[in-house]
């Protein structure tokens, strides 16, 4: 998906880190149901590019969704059994993975109007792999992939002018992930070192350099997870718990805050507005997907949909610049990717509680699983 840096921030941010409860109306988006595949009984929605076209997987299988042409098998490499989508850019280019149990996985590319491509990987090794996580619209793909050395996984940028280059890591590491690329060709992920307790960093590709972009004061470790158009950052810091924060020009690192009840959040994308979704971990109980906003603070989505559609919605993974939102949640038992399409009228949010502000800075417990970027 596409990223970006720092600008904003500030008091705003600072003022609105609690979390709103309510909103007056009944609903501020309209829910679309983006269906399964043909065997399948479950799908997830990764990303969305300006345009309102969706990818993600649905069982074994990418796919690609458009409001005319509602979901549709992307396929996968000539022999291979299975295929995810992770991102796609204004161009209608796709990219994701395709596997096979004998090859592996490999990075791929699905253009508007080719065939698949295999973006290769590093190395001259039989069963090395690689994943491509994040397209901008010039075609710049990033992802990861092991080769140079069988033991060591690295990020990667790919381009068709200059194929796949090695980014590196921070010093002293050995591996490396990128999951977001911005316009601007600036990427972000996680750098870290396996004999060092699996410590992860939160790091910046620009300009050749690579910088620790850090975590809170009691964070252990993190990643960067999404980066926008403006060079604004959302990720995850990891200490007592997961959360969810923001990097930014004006504010080096800002702490989200959290839903009320929740033990631990993340952030996943952020678009050029500066809203940001991800989803917090509720105990005992699922996922909760969530907008946050410099006005409005965290919000759980489940209260901004027609309550009466029986839906639980449990990740949000993409937003883009008209703020659509793409995720997945349950709907009669069964997970279903979702798009959700803000209405014309927006209500005003009631005002925050101190007790709400408290709880945006209570301990968590939960560590997020990196769903996307470990399939």
Same mark, same amino acid.
């Given at each position: 998906?596409?990223?970006?840096?720092?600008?904003?921030?500030g008091?705003?941010?600072?003022?609105?880190?609690?979390?709103?409860?309510?909103?007056t $109306?009944?609903?501020?988006?309209?829910?679309? &149901?983006?269906?399964?595949l043909?065997?399948?009984?479950? *799908?997830?929605?990764? +990303?969305i590019?300006?345009?309102?076209?969706? =990818?993600?997987?649905s069982? +074994?299988?990418?796919?690609? !969704?458009?409001?005319n042409?509602?979901?549709?098998?992307?396929?996968?490499?000539?022999g291979?059994?299975?295929?995810?989508?992770?991102?796609?850019?204004?161009l209608?280019?796709?990219?994701?993975?395709?596997?096979n149990?004998n090859?592996?996985?490999?990075? =791929?590319? !699905?253009?508007s109007?080719?065939?698949?491509?295999?973006?290769?990987?590093?190395?001259?090794?039989?069963d090395?792999?690689s994943?491509?996580?994040?397209?901008?619209?010039?075609?710049?793909?990033?992802?990861?992939?092991?080769?140079?050395?069988?033991f060591?996984?690295?990020?990667?940028? !790919?381009?068709? *002018?200059?194929?796949?280059?090695d980014l590196?890591?921070?010093?002293?590491?050995?591996?490396?992930?990128?999951?977001?690329?911005n316009?601007?060709?600036?990427? =972000?992920?996680?750098? !870290?070192?396996?004999?060092? &307790?699996?410590?992860?960093?939160?790091?910046?590709? *620009?300009d050749?350099?690579?910088?620790?972009?850090?975590?809170?004061?009691?964070?252990?470790?993190?990643l960067?997870?999404?980066?926008?158009?403006?060079?604004?950052?959302?990720?995850t810091?990891?200490?007592?718990?997961?959360?969810? =924060?923001?990097?930014?020009?004006?504010?080096?690192?800002?702490?989200?805050?959290?839903?009320?009840?929740a *033990?631990?959040?993340?952030?996943?994308d952020?678009?050029d507005?500066?809203?940001?979704?991800?989803?917090s971990?509720?105990?005992?109980?699922?996922s909760?997907?969530?907008?946050?906003?410099?006005?409005?603070?965290?919000? +759980?989505?489940?209260?901004?949909?027609?309550?009466?559609l029986g839906?639980?919605?449990?990740?949000?993974?993409?937003?883009?610049?008209?703020?659509?939102?793409v995720?997945?949640g349950f709907? +009669?038992?069964?997970?279903? $990717?979702?798009?959700?399409?803000?209405?014309s009228?927006?209500?005003?949010?009631?005002?925050?509680?101190?007790?709400g502000?408290?709880?945006?800075?209570?301990?968590?417990?939960?560590?997020?699983?990196?769903?996307?970027?470990?399939?």
């Amino acid at each position: 998906m596409i990223t970006k840096l720092p600008v904003l921030c500030g008091l705003a941010a600072m003022m609105t880190l609690g979390v709103n409860a309510k909103v007056t $109306a009944a609903s501020l988006y309209d829910l679309t &149901d983006l269906g399964i595949l043909p065997g399948s009984d479950y *799908s997830i929605a990764s +990303d969305i590019n300006n345009n309102g076209q969706v =990818v993600g997987y649905s069982g +074994d299988r990418a796919f690609l !969704w458009g409001s005319n042409s509602g979901i549709t098998d992307l396929g996968t490499l000539l022999g291979d059994n299975s295929s995810m989508a992770a991102a796609i850019n204004d161009l209608g280019e796709i990219v994701g993975s395709s596997y096979n149990t004998n090859t592996g996985r490999r990075a =791929v590319l !699905w253009s508007s109007n080719g065939p698949i491509t295999d973006l290769g990987t590093f190395g001259l090794f039989g069963d090395d792999f690689s994943t491509a996580t994040g397209i901008n619209n010039e075609g710049q793909v990033v992802g990861y992939s092991n080769g140079t050395n069988i033991f060591r996984t690295h990020a990667f940028l !790919w381009s068709r *002018s200059t194929g796949m280059t090695d980014l590196g890591t921070l010093p002293n590491n050995t591996y490396s992930f990128a999951y977001s690329i911005n316009n601007q060709g600036q990427v =972000v992920g996680e750098s !870290w070192e396996i004999f060092n &307790d699996f410590a992860l960093s939160p790091v910046l590709w *620009s300009d050749s350099n690579i910088t620790n972009l850090g975590t809170l004061a009691d964070g252990d470790y993190g990643l960067a997870r999404s980066i926008n158009n403006l060079g604004q950052i959302v990720g995850t810091s990891t200490g007592e718990s997961d959360r969810a =924060v923001l990097w930014s020009s004006n504010s080096p690192i800002t702490d989200l805050g959290t839903l009320p009840g929740a *033990s631990g959040n993340a952030a996943q994308d952020i678009n050029d507005q500066g809203q940001i979704v991800g989803s917090s971990q509720i105990p005992l109980s699922d996922s909760l997907a969530w907008l946050w906003s410099y006005d409005r603070g965290m919000t +759980d989505l489940n209260t901004l949909i027609d309550q009466n559609l029986g839906w639980t919605l449990n990740e949000a993974n993409a937003i883009n610049n008209n703020g659509q939102i793409v995720g997945s949640g349950f709907k +009669d038992g069964q997970q279903r $990717a979702f798009l959700l399409t803000p209405k014309s009228s927006e209500p005003v949010p009631e005002p925050m509680t101190m007790a709400g502000t408290m709880l945006a800075g209570a301990g968590l417990a939960y560590r997020r699983y990196r769903q996307q970027s470990n399939r």
